[in-house]
Structure formats: C-alpha cells, structure tokens
C-alpha cells in the first residue's frame, strides 16, 4: 500500500489568503470599504502573543485594518466588558476576536456573549452556533471551516461518507460535526468516554480529531484509505534521533493528536503537524472578517 497523500495546509492557506486579499481591494475599490479586524490579548500567555501577533500580521498583510488591544493580566471583567462594547459600536471595526484563554477572574462566556453577533468572527456566540445547528447564516468557527475546506478539496462531494469526530469542544469538535451534517455525512461524536473508541475509528471515511491528546490516534485505528485531519497541536520532547542526535531534553516538537508514521501508511490522505489545519484557522478568521464585513454592510459576500 502507498502512503496517503499529504494535505498541504500551508499551501492552501496561502491560496486562501491570497483570494481573500484581493477581496479586499475589491471591497475597497468598488464600495469603499476597508474591513478591520480586532483582536484582544489580555495578559502574557507566550502562545497567546505568539498567535495574536500572527493574526495581525496577517490581517494587514491581507489589506485590511488591523487593531490589537492588549490589556494587562489584571484586567476586570468589566473593563474587558467595555472594551468589547466599544469594539461592537466603532465602524471601522467588522471583527473582533478575543483570545482565549482569558484569566481566572473573567468569566469567559459573559465575554463571548458581550461580542455583536454580526462581528463575532470566531463563530462563538451562542447566536452563530445556534445559526449554526439550525442552517442559518452563522459567522463559522475558524478551525471547523478550514478543516471542511480541506476535506471538500481532497474529496469533492461528503455525501453519504461516515465521518468520525473525536472531541466535543464548542470551538472544534461540536460545529465541526454541524458542518459534516450540513454536507449529508452521516456523523458521530466520540470522546473520552466512548467505548469501543478504536472501532468507530475504523469504520469512518473521514476522520477529524480534535482531542488534545498527542498522538492518541494509532494507525491501526484508521480505515484504510480514509481522509484523516489532525487538529492536534501538542508539544512533545523531540524523540526522533535523527532530529535530536544528543537526546536533549530540552528539545521539543509539534505533534498531532493522531500518530502520523504510522497513520500515513494506512490512510488515503491525511494533514500533517505542523502545516496541515493551522494555516488554515488563520486564512479563514481572515475570510470571516470579510464575510461579517460584507454582511454588516449590505454588499454580497464573496463565495466561501
Ligand atoms: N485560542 C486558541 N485558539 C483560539 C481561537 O481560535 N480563537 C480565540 N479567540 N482564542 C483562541
């Protein structure tokens, strides 16, 4: 058996990119309209900054207007609550984003629930994921929306696949099986209390997982020829001799929640870690600020 095909997030994202700003010097050259993204960073978090940094680069790169707001680790939550409520009012801005984790002392839900609907580009709102769930015009989860844009690109038509998501998280795994039902798959959920894990893995066409559990997923719990995205980013000491000659601790690298060596000698096609689903969540934050920014201003949206 040949291994899978690697599904190049990288190079999809910077296609995806790539469309999204010329987009954006149409929105600007045919109705005068420059969308702005915001995104908040309340305190230190090292990956926070890492990702919010990246996101803005990103936005501007894209042509639109980027505006970061980073408060201190001891912000309340009344003035991140303020801070929100003057992001909803402000025109200039279509998107805000409010990076997660938050501190201990906000409450996390009352943030998400504060950001207009309209403008709620990370798809969080309750109102986006009950548009979601019903087939209405949701604003979609970043992560979900590249997963499916991969998916649809490896496969054209998902319809009839059995598609397994491992993980119930609001942000992954819960829209990530609304968006496979939306495309006639026939969809389960598994998580850590699922029994019989390893079997409903080998019966599904297409695999997402999206647990946090590095490298939890085995190859022999893939179905032969089948399409599997990894949303898994953990760290791990580098244990790959090659790579780490000297055996140094210190020495770390990205895996996925799935087993990628042996994996990929099973699968059809499958992302890898780093350079699969990552890319991709930034590319579509990036396509949903012009979606909410078209909306907002009655102009017709750009096809997904
Ligand atoms: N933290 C990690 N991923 C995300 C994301 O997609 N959106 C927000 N707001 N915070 C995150």
Not at 44 to 50: F, K, L, W
Not at 141 to 159: H, I, N, Q, V
Request: with cysteine.
């Amino acid at each position: 058996m040949t291994d899978a095909t690697i599904i190049d997030g990288k190079a999809f994202a910077a296609r995806v990119r790539e469309t999204v700003g010329q987009q954006v010097a149409a929105l600007k050259n045919q109705h005068g309209l420059t969308p702005g993204l915001a995104v908040v960073l309340v305190g230190e978090d090292p990956a926070s900054e890492v990702y919010v940094r990246n996101k803005g680069k990103a936005t501007a790169e894209s042509g639109m207007a980027s505006f970061e707001h980073k408060l201190p680790a001891d912000t309340s939550e009344a003035d991140l609550l303020a801070l929100v409520a003057q992001l909803n009012a402000d025109p200039a801005v279509h998107g805000i984003l409010v990076q997660l984790p938050l501190p201990d002392q906000i409450n996390e839900a009352a943030v998400l629930d504060t950001i207009d609907p309209a403008k709620d580009v990370d798809g969080f709102h309750v109102i986006n994921a009950g548009r979601l769930a019903t087939g209405g015009d949701a604003l979609v989860p970043c992560t979900p929306r590249g997963c499916l844009m991969m998916l649809k690109e490896t496969l054209g038509d998902l319809s009839g696949k059995r598609a397994l998501v491992l993980g119930r998280s609001n942000i992954v795994g819960k829209p990530m099986a609304q968006l496979l039902l939306g495309e006639n798959c026939t969809v389960t959920i598994a998580h850590s209390r699922t029994a019989d894990l390893a079997d409903e893995c080998r019966r599904a066409d297409i695999l997402v997982a999206a647990v946090g559990r590095e490298r939890m997923v085995p190859g022999d719990w893939v179905k032969p020829g089948a399409t599997v995205i990894d949303v898994g980013i953990n760290r791990v000491p580098e244990d790959r001799p090659a790579k780490n000659p000297d055996n140094d601790p210190s020495k770390m690298r990205l895996v996925g929640d799935v087993d990628f060596d042996s994996a990929v000698k099973v699968a059809g096609a499958i992302t890898p870690v780093p350079g699969g689903v990552g890319p991709m969540t930034i590319a579509c934050l990036l396509a949903n600020t012009v979606t909410a920014a078209c909306r907002q201003h009655g102009v017709p949206e750009p096809k997904a």
